[in-house]
């Protein structure tokens, strides 16, 4: 009877190889903690200047701007007052409607436009730094006199000339970039929770 073939050193190096593609992600997130403090006390000086925090992204990164924006009016890892922060991808109604009505390029620079003001600041997370509702997003955000924050991919993109800071990660996979995303937003939510924590 022939024997079975053993996969499972083939699948232990594959996963090694890969565990090891995530660890240098995220260790290349230590080069950028200049940049992440940055950006963390902007958001601190947004909101003490009585300004909110705008979040946005697509699918992941979707999920990602809804973890920070739901982490700031709730809570991280202390109890503290709420920080003014809205997801614009938390409300089905209104994306679906814009999508129908105006396009889903303009679903996220369409409630800028309704609820940012001067003052406030966006935080937009794309993986490609190209999606076009993000960019539109960033434009108008910029016209209105908010400070725009982005978590983005590798550097260069369209979206980090809108930004007035930008996290970015030279030559990662997407799925890695949204791990480091992840890893910076946790880093903000820290400061926010010590500066701010009461």
Known sequence: MPEKPD?????????????????AAMQSVRAALPVIDRIAERIEATLRGGGKVLTCGNGGSAA????????????F????????????????????????????????????????RKGDALVALTTSGRSRNVLLALQEARSRGMTTIGLLGPPGSAAEVLCDLAFTLPGAESAHVQEAHLLVIHLVLEHLDRVLGG
């Open 7 to 23: 996969h499972s050193t083939a699948s232990t190096v594959g996963a090694a190889a890969s565990f090891e593609r995530h660890l």
């Open 64 to 75: 990602e701007a809804l973890h920070l924006s739901e982490e700031m009016i709730g809570r």
């Open 77 to 116: 890892s202390k109890d503290r007052p709420p920080l003014a922060a809205v997801c614009l991808v938390s409300d089905p109604t209104a994306m679906t409607c814009i999508s129908n009505d105006f396009g889903f390029e303009n679903v996220f620079s369409r409630q800028v436009q309704g609820l940012g």
